[in-house]
């Protein structure tokens, strides 16, 4: 069970590099500069437009349509029990701390693209169980109007598996993964009920290991 009290930047007891499974060692060499290089897959950096968002009712024309963002390389391994790839620094980092690669918080990496280093990252959120665990806190003091709990019910009834394609899609558009699966729906033309609970989490983690950057 997960410390409730753990906060965004505190540091966690972390293991040894030997601790870890000897298909994830042979892909690492430790540099003198205490990186961990990854020396399997890494998603090239990129730099893609995105589109500004216009309001549905807007009718006038603008001179700027959007911005470039930049994208990191990023470590790339397979997740055993999900069956496709996640990125190395969080998977190895959740390994070496004890944390489910779902419970990994937000981690924000050194400068080394290829780095896969526990010790090279900051946790910058609190893990996702504890953030639900304080949603629940806060909707139980009622801040939340009962409205708000009718997404989880129309979750339930989602269809299930990863779909390739509507993740692309979500990639591209970029709603906000706060927002939920509801409003990314509503917001860029989904079918109502269209993207899965797989594909949705997916998309969140994508998310979370590429922030957009201003
Ligand atoms: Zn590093």
Redesign the pocket.
């Known amino acids: 069970m997960l410390p409730t009290t753990f906060q965004p930047g505190q540091t966690r007891p972390i293991g040894e590099f030997a601790d870890l499974p000897a298909n994830i060692r042979k892909k690492i060499v430790i540099q003198d500069d ?2 961990w290089h990854w020396t399997g897959t890494v998603t090239a950096a990129r730099t893609r437009p995105k589109m500004y968002r216009v309001p549905k009712d807007y009718e006038g024309t603008r001179n700027f349509s959007g911005s470039y963002q930049r994208e990191r390389g990023a470590p790339q391994v397979r997740h055993p029990g999900k069956g496709w790839s996640v990125s190395a620094w969080r998977y190895i980092y959740g390994l070496l701390t004890g944390l489910d690669y779902g419970d990994v918080p937000t981690l924000s990496r ?1 400068g ?1 693209d290829t ?1 896969v ?1 526990p010790h ?1 990252v900051v946790e910058m959120d609190v893990p996702p169980q504890q953030k639900l665990a304080q949603a629940r806190a806060r909707d139980a003091e009622g801040f939340y109007s009962s409205e708000k709990a009718q997404p989880e019910t129309a979750q339930a009834e989602r269809q299930a598996g990863l779909q390739e394609d509507v993740l692309d899609k979500l990639k591209e558009c970029r709603p906000t993964n706060w927002g939920g699966v509801d409003i990314a729906e509503e917001e860029y033309g989904f079918e109502r009920g269209s993207i899965s609970i797989e594909t949705w989490d997916a998309y969140v983690s994508w998310t979370v290991e590429n922030p957009e950057e201003d």
């Open positions: 205490g990186c050194c080394c780095c280093s090279h």
